[in-house]
């Protein structure tokens, strides 16, 4: 997988909503399992939600069940994160990643290829 390049984040309070983009380079995007993370300040980086290269399948962390989405179009090499009912506790950047190794898990070490992460600020 090429080059992934994030944007959509911002600064959104408490309640509100923000739709996250991750575009990708390369011919081969449906391939690709691709999953959401995130950090937060003085933590380490979380699993937030995944989808199949098909986009049947979706995963999602507990703390963001039900608040967050994860999509993809195929067609527009992108995938998206919408996410409602935001949080303070939601504040971090957030990292596209698509899934390289053989083996499908939501361990984070199987995700090889990362973007530069996005920043979303949840202000109370």
């Known amino acids: 997988q090429g080059q992934l390049v994030e944007s959509g984040g911002g600064l959104v309070q408490a309640g509100g909503s923000l739709r996250l983009s991750c575009a990708a380079s390369?011919?081969?995007?449906?391939?690709?399992?691709m999953g959401w993370f995130r950090q937060a300040p003085g933590k380490e980086r979380e699993f937030v939600a995944a989808?199949?290269?098909?986009?049947?399948?979706?995963y999602y962390g507990d703390s963001v069940k039900g608040r967050f989405t994860i999509s993809r179009d195929n067609a527009k090499n992108t995938v998206y994160l919408q996410m409602n009912s935001l949080k303070p506790e939601d504040t971090a950047v957030y990292y596209c990643?698509?899934?390289?190794?053989?083996?499908?898990?939501?361990?984070?070490?199987?995700?090889?290829?990362w973007g530069q992460g996005t920043q979303v600020t949840v202000s109370s």
């Open positions: 390369g011919r081969t995007f449906s391939s690709y399992h």
């Open positions: 989808i199949t290269g098909s986009g049947g399948n979706t």
């Open positions: 990643a698509a899934h390289t190794q053989v083996g499908f898990s939501l361990n984070q070490a199987g995700f090889g290829s």
